[in-house]
Nanobody, 115 residues
Framework: QVQVVASGGGLVQPGGSLTLSCTVS????????RGWHRQAPGKQRESVAA??????SYADFVEGRFTISRDVAKNTFYLHMNNLKPEDSAVYYC??????????WGQGTQVTVSA
């Protein structure tokens, strides 16, 4: 079993930066993908970024502003967000996909971009 805990959200001004962290515990060998998603009020949850086999991928709306990275030694992966916009405000969730089809979700961390 694998557990994930997201942290690092907060209030930031437009144009600012924020880094989210997702700490993973449990059977690391069962993980084949790691990702970040977000859900704004009244909207569906959407994928933001993912890393699969070391290769990152991003949603179109990221437009080069976000970077997903991983620290193997700390069992943690990150979402570095730059040039944040008000429309980036959402609850951000991290998740891992496990071999066999299961996945594990964190509790979410609020990101608010506002002046």
């Amino acid at each position: 079993q694998v557990q994930v805990v997201a942290s690092g959200g907060g209030l930031v001004q437009p144009g600012g930066s924020l880094t989210l962290s997702c700490t993973v515990s449990g059977n690391m060998f069962s993980i084949y993908a790691r990702g970040w998603h977000r859900q704004a009020p009244g909207k569906q949850r959407e994928s933001v970024a993912a890393i699969i086999g070391g290769s990152p991928s991003y949603a179109d709306f990221v437009e080069g502003r976000f970077t997903i990275s991983r620290d193997v030694a700390k069992n943690t992966f990150y979402l570095h967000m730059n040039n944040l916009k008000p429309e980036d405000s959402a609850v951000y969730y991290c998740n891992v996909n496990l071999i066999g089809g299961d996945n594990s979700w964190g509790q979410g961390t609020q990101v608010t971009v506002s002046a």
